[in-house]
């Protein structure tokens, strides 16, 4: 049980770094270079189709770490780790169910052909937490990597 719950832990926690990786590497620089219609368009599909993906790798990657630093037979360090994961997923989950869904929610009224005054504000808070839940995430996944590569060596 205990190496299952290794496993899912690593599987999940690397979806999340890898996806939000992903996202700020590639997806958000092509929002700002193609015209407003189609970020907003596209931005407002993204997050239709990625919504319940996204949850249930957060969930995952807040859960899985916990158990197996509770199933581990290994040294304090990894235990600590593996609960470190789960805290940095844990925030990645809070910054992006308070901080992005909220400026999301708001996109999604906005008309290219008229945005809201102050709309790059906006955008850029948007990107303020992007940057917040992308390092979050990544920290997740060097904490859990570490823990298991400490754990193999005892």
Excluded at 27 to 37: A, D, K
Excluded at 83 to 101: L, Q
Excluded at 140 to 149: K, N
């Amino acid at each position: 049980m205990e190496r299952l719950f290794n496993v899912l832990a690593v599987f999940s926690t690397g979806l999340l770094a890898g996806a939000f990786l992903y996202g700020f590497s590639t997806v958000v620089p092509t929002f700002y270079e193609v015209p407003l219609e189609v970020h907003f368009a596209y931005r407002d599909a993204l997050m239709r189709h990625n919504g319940i993906y996204m949850q249930l790798v957060m969930g995952m990657s807040i859960l899985t770490p916990v158990l197996w630093a509770f199933l581990m037979h290994g040294p304090a360090s990894s235990r600590l780790l593996a609960i470190s994961a789960s805290s940095f997923a844990a925030i990645s989950f809070v910054v992006t169910r308070f901080g992005n869904v909220p400026v999301n929610r708001m996109i999604k009224t906005w008309s290219a052909a008229a945005p809201p005054d102050g709309y790059e504000r906006l955008l850029s808070r948007w990107l303020m937490f992007n940057n917040i839940r992308t390092g979050a995430a990544l920290l997740c996944f060097i904490c859990l990597i570490t823990a298991t590569t400490s754990f193999k060596k005892q």
